[in-house]
C-alpha cells in the first residue's frame, strides 16, 4: 500500500514538473506612460514607438532572461487626475518599472505618485535641472539644461554673436525658464550681452507677434527661442513676416517634424542641438532605422532612440538583477550601458549625460551643422 501512494507521489510530482515545463515563462511586464491626448501627443508616439520596436525585437531574441516582454502602453491624459489614475493603472498591473513621460512638466508633477508606489520611472528625454541630483524613483536618460545651455552659449559665441535676444514660452516655466537662466549666465560669462528677454504663452504675457517685434527693436544680431518646435516655428514665421534676417536657434527639444511642418521656409537656417544623429552611418543605428520606418513608415527622431535606449537600459538591467535587488538598484549597480548611438552612465542619483550634435534646417531637413 505504500509502495503503492509513493509511487502515485512519483507520478503526480512527474506531472506536476512536465505540465510547469510546458507552461509559458510569466511576462516581464513594462509600463509606458505618456500623454498621447493633450498638445504634444505627436511627440509622444515618437517616443512610444522607439520603446514599442525595442520591445518587439527583444521578443524576437528571446526576451528578458527567457521571460517575454509586455509593454503596457497607458495614457497619462493631460490631466493630473488622468495622470493619477494611469499611475495606478500600471501600480496595479505588477509592471517592473514605467519608461516616460516625455515632458518634464509631466515628470514633476508624477513623480511623488512613482516616490510612494515604489515604482522606477525611466524617463527618456527629460532635461529640467530641477528634477535631477535627487535620490527618488526617477532615472534620466538625457542631459540637463544646464549643459544643454551651456554648449550653446559656446557655439553661438564661437560662431560670432555677441548680442542676442530672446523669447521663452513659460507655459512649461521649470524647463524653460530653468534653461533661459543657464543660457543667460553662460553666454555674459563668455562676454556677450542679452539685448532683449522677454517671455510669452501665459495669458498676460505679448503675442507671437509682439514678442518678435520686441526682440528686433533691441538690435540683436541671433534669435533664441526657448520653446518647443511648434511655438518655435510660430516664432520664426512672426521673425519672417517683419522681415528679420538673423540666425536663430532653438533648444534641444525643438527638433521635431513639427517645427519643420509648422515653419516651412521661415525656420531655414534655424539651429538646434539633438541627443541623436540621424545621420549615422553605424550599424546599430542603421538597423534601428531600417526596422522603424519599415514598422511604422516614418523616420525616427531622437525621442524614438531615446525610447529604444531605454528599454536596452531595461533589458540588461532586469536580465541581470540580483534577487529580491529592486529595479532602481539594478539599473545603478550596472552600466555603463551601450545605447544605438552612445554609451549611457547613470550617477549616484541616477542622472545620465548625453552627448549632443549641433543641427541646422536646411531644405526641409536636419543636416549636421557646417
Not at 510660430?234 to 536663430?248: D, G, N, V
Request: aromatic share 6%; charged share 20%.
Amino acid at each position: 500500500m505504500a509502495a503503492a501512494l509513493n509511487a502515485c507521489r512519483v507520478a503526480t510530482c512527474l506531472a506536476l514538473a512536465l505540465l510547469a515545463g510546458c507552461m509559458p515563462a510569466a511576462p516581464v511586464r513594462i509600463g509606458l506612460l505618456a500623454d498621447f491626448s493633450g498638445r504634444n501627443a505627436r511627440f509622444n508616439v515618437d517616443g512610444r514607438n522607439g520603446a514599442l520596436l525595442a520591445a518587439e525585437r527583444l521578443n524576437a531574441g528571446g526576451g528578458i532572461g527567457g521571460r517575454p516582454v509586455e509593454l503596457l502602453v497607458r495614457d497619462s491624459g493631460a490631466t493630473p487626475a488622468t495622470e493619477a489614475a494611469a499611475v495606478r493603472a500600471l501600480r496595479d498591473a505588477g509592471v517592473a518599472l514605467v519608461i516616460g513621460p516625455f515632458s518634464s512638466p509631466v515628470a514633476a508633477r508624477m513623480l511623488p505618485l512613482f516616490d510612494a508606489a515604489g515604482v522606477l520611472l525611466l524617463c527618456p528625454t527629460s532635461t529640467d535641472a530641477a528634477l535631477r541630483e535627487r535620490d527618488d524613483q526617477l532615472l534620466l536618460l538625457n542631459r540637463s539644461t544646464r549643459a544643454s545651455a551651456s554648449d550653446y552659449a559656446g557655439m553661438l559665441h564661437a560662431r560670432g554673436h555677441r548680442r542676442l535676444a530672446l523669447a521663452t514660452d513659460m507655459r512649461n516655466a521649470s524647463n524653460n525658464g530653468g534653461w533661459r537662466d543657464a543660457f543667460v549666465q553662460a553666454f555674459t560669462a563668455l562676454g556677450g550681452h542679452i539685448v532683449a528677454d522677454t517671455e510669452f504663452g501665459v495669458a498676460a504675457d505679448p503675442t507671437a507677434y509682439a514678442a518678435v517685434r520686441t526682440l528686433l527693436a533691441a538690435g540683436p544680431d541671433g534669435l533664441v527661442f526657448v520653446a518647443n518646435g511648434v511655438d518655435a516655428a510660430r516664432l520664426a514665421q512672426q521673425a519672417a513676416k517683419l522681415h528679420a534676417k538673423l540666425p536663430m536657434v532653438a533648444p534641444d527639444w525643438a527638433e521635431d517634424r513639427s517645427l519643420l511642418e509648422a515653419g516651412g521656409s521661415a525656420v531655414e537656417g534655424l539651429v538646434l542641438a539633438s541627443a541623436a544623429r540621424l545621420d549615422d552611418e553605424g550599424a546599430a543605428y542603421r538597423g534601428f532605422h531600417q526596422a522603424y520606418v519599415a514598422r511604422f513608415g516614418t523616420e525616427p527622431n531622437y525621442r524614438s532612440i531615446a525610447a529604444y535606449d531605454a528599454m536596452t537600459v531595461v533589458a540588461r538591467a532586469l536580465a541581470q538583477a540580483r534577487p529580491g535587488e529592486s529595479a532602481r538598484n539594478a539599473v545603478l549597480r550596472q552600466g555603463p550601458y551601450q545605447g544605438l548611438q552612445q554609451s549611457i552612465a547613470f550617477d549616484r542619483f541616477g542622472d545620465a549625460a548625453r552627448q549632443a550634435y549641433f543641427r541646422v534646417v536646411q531644405g526641409g531637413r536636419f543636416e549636421p551643422l557646417p
